[in-house]
């Protein structure tokens, strides 16, 4: 019944009804505001807030490009993780020249007055590795690590996308996501000692 409703949700959404653009995103903005959370482990309230402002943005724009095949929420985590690498990627360029950013761990966005609550730091199944201390040497060990490995890992582990929706989602046999799953851990296991060692890192062969 959700996803029958979602379904119309979208529909009038296309159509431009202002008060189903109101209902999407209070539907979807605390998730994924809480995705884009844990993506960076240096974003602050602002950043997430600039970056959903972004997403949503984006979704607007190009939600007649979404045909329904995977959940809506997906295809926004999608696009959520796409936005915050290229947040991340400007930051550290604006770093790298000298360039100065907020810092800010307490304001609220001014015309909205939301904040983005942590998330939640129980442990997943099979998911130590991503729960560690070092989480942003995590995120370089995933940086490096590439597609598709980088894409199911945070779909799997940040978005909390079940095998059945990561199968629909990359158009995969539930197996082949379970084997393929099991082999990007493993190469991003194998990244991440030698960056938590300080090693220098090289390439690993892909059989994906």
């Not at 600039?50 to 997906?74: D, H, P, R, W, Y």
């Not at 190469?187 to 960056?195: D, K, N």
């Amino acid at each position: 019944m959700k996803s029958l409703a979602e379904a119309d949700l979208l529909v009038r959404c296309r159509r431009g009804d202002a008060e189903a653009w109101d209902e999407l995103f209070d539907r979807h903005y605390a998730a994924a505001g809480r995705f884009i959370f844990q993506l960076g482990a240096d974003f602050t309230r602002e950043d997430v807030e600039e970056i959903c402002q972004e997403v949503f943005l984006s979704v607007i724009k190009n939600l007649n490009a979404f045909q329904g095949g995977s959940q809506f929420q997906t295809w926004l985590f999608r696009i959520a993780a796409n936005k915050a690498r290229d947040y991340r990627e400007k930051q550290h360029a604006l770093k790298r020249g000298g360039g100065q950013l907020p810092l800010s761990l307490q304001a609220e966005d001014p015309e909205t007055g939301l904040t983005i609550d942590p998330p939640s730091h129980a442990a997943s199944p099979d998911a130590d590795l991503l729960n560690s201390e070092k989480l942003e040497l995590v995120r370089a060990a995933l940086d490096e690590v590439g597609e598709p490995c980088r894409e199911i890992i945070e779909l799997r582990y940040f978005g909390d996308l079940s095998y059945d929706e990561l199968s629909k989602e990359l158009q995969l046999n539930p197996k082949t996501v379970s084997s393929r799953l099991s082999k990007c851990l493993d190469r991003l296991e194998a990244i991440a000692r030698r960056v938590f060692s300080g090693e220098k890192t090289g390439a690993l062969p892909s059989n994906l």
